[in-house]
């Protein structure tokens, strides 16, 4: 298969999600895979992170889809505005703050003028909170009008103050980017789906999350990622599809 863009995931796709968020980076194989491939062919991030936190980790991409699709930046300085957001975010972080007794690390997630789309609660380096704490507290945001998005594995959850949907970030970005041929979308995880059925050709990168519930069409070990990207970049960005192990768990 010819690919004509590459649009990727960051945490647990592009770089390891068993780090700190400062020290998270790409392996140097992928990196210079993707600086590679960028140079003939579109290369745009789709993640929850905010436009701080992932342009100066992925200067090579041509367009971020930040906070999970809800602000597109093309690398030209050209953004597509977010969407309104619900008025409570603010409200639902200072609860979250009120009544964190574990000490959670709380990320903010702005568009490029500093407005808040949404943010994680994360107790990696807390004392884990009790399962009803997290019932808890999802459903009080979730009475706000926010969504929040929790999976059994996460050590986090994710809020946003509108609607997030990679797919629909996908459709933007082959506009925006003017991509005619096949799209290529690499993800882990179950808010990726939208992303990987809109795409021409998905692949999840596993790194242990277990393969229940998503709709990738294809999986390969994080390790191996690098030399992938290398193959297509060295091999006139043809993907040869039986060099990647189906999907067989949905």
Same mark, same amino acid.
């Given at each position: ?11 647990? &796709?592009?770089? =390891?999600?068993? %780090? ?9 194989? &992928? !990196? ?14 789709? &993640? ?18 930040? %906070? ?20 409570? +975010? ?11 007794? &574990? ?16 943010? =994680? ?17 999802? =459903? ?7 969504? %929040?998005?929790? !999976? ?14 990679? @797919?629909?970030?996908?459709? !933007? ?7 005619? @041929? ?11 789906? =939208? ?16 393969? !229940? ?11 191996? +990622? ?14 040869? +599809? ?9």
């Amino acid at each position: 298969m010819k690919i004509a863009a590459v649009f990727s995931d960051y945490d647990g &796709t592009l770089a =390891s999600a068993d %780090v700190s968020r400062e020290s998270s980076s790409l392996s140097k194989d &992928t !990196e210079a895979a993707l600086e590679r491939l960028s140079s003939v062919i579109p290369v745009a991030i789709v &993640t929850s992170k905010d436009i701080r936190f992932i342009r100066p980790r992925t200067p090579f991409a041509s367009a971020w889809a930040c %906070v999970s699709g809800l602000e597109i930046v093309l690398a030209d300085g050209v953004v597509s505005s977010s969407p309104q957001v619900n008025s409570r +975010l603010e409200e639902g972080l200072e609860y979250v703050r009120q009544h964190d007794k &574990t000490g959670l690390s709380l990320e903010r997630k702005c568009d490029v003028k500093g407005k808040l789309l949404g943010f =994680s609660v994360d107790w990696r380096k807390a004392t884990t909170p009790t399962n009803d704490f997290v019932a808890t507290t999802s =459903s009080r945001l979730a009475a706000m009008g926010l969504t %929040v998005i929790h !999976e059994p594995s996460w050590t986090f959850i994710d809020v946003f103050g509108n609607e997030p949907d990679k @797919g629909r970030a996908v459709r !933007e970005l082959r506009r925006l980017l003017k991509v005619k @041929g096949n799209v290529l979308f690499l993800g882990d995880s179950t808010p990726d789906n =939208s992303a990987f059925e809109e795409s021409d050709l998905s692949v999840c990168i596993e790194h242990g999350q277990g393969l !229940e519930g998503l709709a990738c069409g294809f999986v390969i070990p994080f390790d191996k +990622l690098g030399a992938l990207l290398r193959n297509l970049a060295e091999d006139d960005l043809l993907l040869d +599809l039986g060099s990647l192990e189906k999907n067989n768990v949905a």
